[in-house]
């Protein structure tokens, strides 16, 4: 039988004002992934990556995805999936979103590329309601179409993809667990007027940034008035790093998705790789474990290997 194998890229959602709605992709850490189309209507999961994550289908972010294709083809065929995870579960850096969108490009793969990009972010939705309790494509659109996109609407699906700018990203992964759905129950479901026109012209900002290719009006959109304040108290030595990451050149950054993990966006190599050292520097002084992965965006999503 047929089989594909993908790699499955980390993405960065919220790009710090954009709350559920933007998000980009990057190229380290990916995770692997290989399906089979099988002749019977099961799906089958392992993972290979050793997180303890569930094998059973319907407890699997990438099993709910591939179970809603086939109850929507009516498939008399199945799956078996192979997982090695490398974006941790919990990291911020859009494990669980990359589980549900690899599960939905493999299967298009194998029937022979029926489903549009927006039909996958549709079924990769499911995914995250499994993972979060609330379906949002803010990371699957980018893992899916590459680049930075925009989740015009989520319901129905309307996915703008935006410019993918010649920037470098620097994320940081402080080796603590903020589970996404944690990290949602906090928020205030209220907000100010205020607050809001200051986050809409922000977004705009950083949209029309994106599409001029504009690194200055980008940074001075980098900002958040309303999610960061409140979630940036989960994450150790915030305020610090993004101290010291500005002062070292950065264009700006936040939260990455839920956090753990932070992000900043800078113009040079040299600029990101110097922030790379900081965001490690700060950590150790603390004693807290971190990963650091410095790369471009990530233009392409996910990609067929064979
Ligand atoms: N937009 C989501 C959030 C991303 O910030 O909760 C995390 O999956």
């Not at 709910?64 to 090695?84: P, S």
């Not at 993972?131 to 930075?148: E, F, L, M, R, T």
């Not at 700006?252 to 839920?258: D, L, M, V, Y």
Request: with cysteine; net charge negative; charged share 20%.
């Amino acid at each position: 039988m047929k089989n594909v194998r993908l790699k499955v890229p980390a993405t960065v959602a919220n790009l710090v004002c954009g709350f559920d709605i933007l998000g980009m992709a990057i190229h380290e850490p990916y995770d692997e992934m290989e399906l089979k189309l099988l002749e019977t209507p099961e799906v089958i999961i392992r993972h290979t990556d050793g997180f303890g994550l569930p094998e059973e289908p319907s407890g699997n972010v990438a099993g709910v995805v591939l179970l809603k294709i086939m109850e929507h083809l009516n498939l008399k065929n199945g799956f078996e999936l192979i997982i090695n995870k490398r974006i941790k579960p919990g990291s911020g850096l859009g494990s669980s979103a990359a589980s549900a969108a690899g599960a939905a490009v493999g299967a298009n793969e194998l029937l022979g590329n029926i489903f549009t990009r927006e039909e996958l972010v549709y079924f990769a939705m499911f995914g995250e309601e499994l993972a979060s309790g609330v379906k949002h494509a803010d990371n699957i659109a980018p893992c899916i179409y590459g680049g930075i996109t925009l989740v015009k609407s989520s319901d129905p699906v309307d996915i703008i993809p935006l410019n993918a700018p010649d920037l470098f990203v620097t994320a940081v992964h402080p080796q603590i667990e903020v589970k996404t759905s944690d990290a949602r129950q906090i928020l205030k479901n209220k907000i100010l007027l205020k607050d809001a026109i200051e986050q809409w012209g922000n977004i705009a900002g950083l949209v029309a940034g994106i599409q001029k290719n504009d690194s200055g009006l980008i940074g001075r959109s980098l900002k958040d008035v309303i999610i960061e304040p409140v979630r940036s108290i989960l994450i150790p030595k915030f305020n610090e790093i993004k101290e010291k990451s500005m002062e070292a050149g950065a264009l700006g950054g936040g939260i990455s998705g839920s956090g753990p993990s932070l992000f900043m966006l800078s113009e040079t190599e040299k600029i990101s790789k110097d922030i790379a050292e900081i965001m490690q520097t700060v950590y150790n002084e603390t004693g807290i474990d971190s990963l650091v992965y410095v790369s471009k965006i990530n233009p392409s999503g996910i990609t067929v290997i064979d």
